[in-house]
């Protein structure tokens, strides 16, 4: 059975995989084996001769386990775009059952699997299928990284509302600095705190250099340790 969590957002582009990656390390660190998955992503570049996306190749770095980068990333699409769509640009389909497969047999190998999401919670895949389905599929305690700027309460808020409409658990949230000028930032994370019902990992401020050793500083993972026992 898969022990682990997935990692959702109240957007894009609002440090997933940042979060991602320090937690695998902060778990590496206390001598767990972990495996840091992203099963889709859209936008590669070609690097030295090979197809690369960086969010795989960040956790790839974070975790521990001597993955290679298609177990990291199972299904790699080059169009950078909302998956659905490059998936049909590429006439690639993105199949439920192999994908579920796939995370199942590499994440079920590991202490700790920590699945990304792509985007916020509910970004379709193919006609039937979604990132809160794949949530659901899995049935792992959610994470929910919110991204500090205007409007992310209302975000966050709705997000949790999806996450436990769905009957998954909200394990616990990550502020994470998205404008560093973002005026009542304590105002904010109180208005988050009693609004989310679950404990915060930590307050990330913007960081000039986001690499998993770094964020895993600002991380705590004893609100997680419980639900590994579970």
């Known amino acids: 059975m898969m022990k682990g969590f997935f990692i959702t957002g109240t957007d894009t582009e609002i440090g997933k995989t940042a979060v991602t ?17 992203k099963p889709i992503s859209a936008g590669l570049d070609f690097v030295d ?31 950078a775009c909302a998956p659905h769509i490059a998936a049909r640009i590429e006439n690639e389909a993105i199949a439920r059952e192999p994908l579920l497969h796939a995370l199942r047999w590499v994440g079920g190998r590991a202490d700790v699997a920590l699945v990304e999401g792509v985007g916020g919670f509910r970004v379709p895949l193919n006609d039937d299928w979604d990132t809160a389905d794949l949530a659901a599929d899995l049935g792992l305690p959610v994470i929910l990284v919110v991204g500090l700027r205007l409007g992310c309460i209302n975000h966050a808020l709705l997000t949790a509302e999806a996450v436990r409409a769905r009957g998954l ?27 989310l019902q679950a404990p915060c990992l930590g307050h990330v ?26």
């Open 21 to 37: 990656a320090g937690l695998a390390h902060a778990f590496a660190l206390g001598g767990r084996r972990v495996a840091a998955l």
């Open 49 to 79: 001769g090979h197809w690369l996306n960086d969010d795989v190749e960040r956790l790839l770095a974070a975790g521990n386990m001597g993955l290679t980068s298609a177990e990291v990333g199972a299904l790699q699409l080059r169009t």
């Open 169 to 195: 658990t909200l394990a616990a949230w990550v502020a994470n600095t998205v404008d560093e000028h973002q005026p009542h930032v304590t105002d904010n994370l109180q208005a988050l705190q009693s609004g």
């Open 205 to 230: 401020p913007r960081l000039a250099h986001a690499d998993h050793a770094t964020m895993a500083r600002h991380l705590s993972l004893a609100p997680l340790l419980g639900h590994l026992l579970a």
